[in-house]
């Protein structure tokens, strides 16, 4: 009798040894899950500050290149000075009729606060 006791003690025992043992694996499982998962994000980020600094670089190169060519074209092609056309006076006039219809219409518009200094024809 005493070896059973003995024997279905030292059953006992193995099981929760076993039990613990398959709650260890369950551990170990997901951590190294876990440790996956975090490895994969670090990869995430690393890739992900790898790709804006390019851009970012990028951008600053195109920038950079374009003022530099802004200042290129100024120096060898200056912009060149067009001469104001001469305005001719005749016919630039408005007659009487055609003045006092206009003042009338802003006049109206402007509830009598607006008035016409000049007009002239274009």
């Not at 694996?25 to 500050?49: H, P, R």
């Not at 006049?107 to 606060?113: A, F, L, N």
Request: charged fraction near 20%; hydrophobic fraction near 45%; include cysteine.
């Amino acid at each position: 009798m005493r070896k059973n006791k003995k024997t279905s003690n030292l059953l006992t025992f193995c099981r929760k040894i076993a039990q613990i043992e398959e709650k260890m694996s369950n551990f170990a499982a997901n951590f190294i899950y876990k440790v996956k998962f975090m490895d994969n994000l670090g990869v995430g980020f690393e890739l992900m500050i790898v790709g804006m600094s390019t851009v970012f670089l990028i951008l600053l190169i195109v920038i950079w290149g374009g003022k530099l060519l802004i200042k290129v074209v100024n120096k060898i092609a200056p912009e060149e000075v067009v001469s104001p056309k001469k305005v001719t006076t005749s016919g630039s006039a408005i007659d009487g009729g055609t003045m006092a219809i206009l003042q009338q219409v802003v006049s109206q518009i402007t509830g009598g606060k607006g008035h016409i200094s000049s007009a002239k024809k274009i």
